[in-house]
């Protein structure tokens, strides 16, 4: 998914002027992880919050995401499970089967515009762990790719926990879904430490909690969609939610005039084409809202808005055309943006 939030760490460089000196003291905690960057935002933690055990803890949790799903380590429980000669039930950890469950979860609803065994098409197009591509590839090889996907051929039982996928060559890809996961993961911690006010932002995707150091709501600033520049479209207020974008501008590749980008539609095997430039979801999960994101993205411009309705998901779309850019939402991201 590409990265598409500019987060209050950027509003608050462009405000800090403005604020003076009644501002809440604020902490920066920032690193790297899972092939992005991480950034946590504390305002006005208590006086006993260890700074560097916070930080540790943070890279501790974030590490064990890594461990459980990265494509690009053949090491992570992801990676194993895909090199498994097993098409039956393989016993897995209870972090992966729920992980596998909520994904699938996200697709059913979404009928498959959402699928985590989406990566035999992802690395077929130069967008996963195997290098990039210039060109398209050939029919024959994509008609061989989309033989191997299918969410319906995967399933969980996380009673035991195990996971079972129906023929040894799938390929299942937890990148739409992890990044929000982590900034879930980050924000619980936070939540046990009782750190009441916080920022997680994680390759783009966030969670939120409390005021920030102007003692008020957290100020997302959602991008314009441009390849060129970046700028926002408009300035978010939220606090105890998740937030996540997908959208078709930032990773992608051109070839002989036509723009393919990484938002792959399991369904047809081929990147989206469609107008809907972005799509921001906002959830209690930043895990779901990044893998809805992703969902509502691929649908289009117009059976994206519907099912967010239908759903009652806070949702906005934007949408590229020749004059412009039209911005759709949902009746429930109306409410939040008037709260």
């Known amino acids: 998914m590409a990265r598409l ?3 209050c760490l950027l509003l608050t460089t462009l405000l800090i002027g403005a604020c003076g000196d009644s501002r809440l003291p604020q ?24 700074m560097d055990a916070v930080r540790d803890d943070i890279s501790a949790t974030l590490q ?16 194993r499970f895909n090199a498994s000669p097993e098409s039956g039930w ?22 498959g515009a959402f699928d985590v065994t989406i990566g035999p098409l992802v690395n077929l197009w130069g967008f996963g762990p195997g290098g990039e591509a210039s060109e398209p590839p050939a029919n024959d090889a994509l008609l061989a790719a989309m033989q191997r996907v299918g969410y319906e051929r995967l399933a969980a039982r996380c009673d035991k926990p195990a996971v079972r996928k129906a023929a040894d060559d799938m390929f299942v890809d937890l990148s739409g879904w ?8 980050v924000a619980s911690l936070l939540d046990r430490k009782g750190i009441e006010n916080y920022l997680v932002e994680i390759g783009g995707e966030m969670r ?10 957290w100020a997302v600033a959602i991008e314009a969609p441009s390849t060129t520049r970046r700028t926002p479209h408009f300035v978010l207020r939220v606090t105890d939610t998740g ?24 369904r047809t095997g081929r990147p989206i084409s469609h107008n809907l430039a972005a799509v921001t979801v906002v959830s209690e999960s930043a895990a779901y809202a990044d893998a809805m994101a992703t969902a509502l993205l691929v649908l289009g411009p117009d059976a994206g808005p519907r099912l967010a309705e239908s759903l009652g998901i806070a949702a906005c779309f934007l949408i590229r055309h020749k004059t ?16």
């Not at 393989?90 to 009928?111: H, K, N, P, T, Y």
Request: charge should be negative; include cysteine.
């Open 90 to 111: 393989i016993a897995v950890s209870a972090e992966f089967c729920d992980a596998i469950e909520r994904s699938l979860e996200v697709s059913r609803q979404s009928g």
């Open 27 to 50: 902490y920066e905690l920032s690193g790297s992880t899972m092939g992005t960057t991480y950034n946590v935002l504390l305002v006005a933690p208590a006086d006993d919050v260890a």
């Open 5 to 7: 939030l500019l987060t």
């Open 243 to 266: 937030v996540a974008t997908s959208g078709d501008y930032r990773n992608y590749f051109d070839h002989e005039g036509r723009h393919y980008s990484h938002t792959i539609d399991a």
């Open 324 to 339: 412009g850019i039209e911005e759709l939402t949902t009746a429930k991201f109306d409410i939040l943006r008037n709260l």
């Open 64 to 79: 064990a995401i890594d461990d459980l799903a990265s494509t690009w380590r053949d090491d992570s429980e992801l990676s």
């Open 178 to 185: 992890a990044k929000g996961h982590a900034a879930d993961e």
């Open 208 to 217: 939120v909690r409390g005021q920030n150091s102007e003692r008020r709501k």
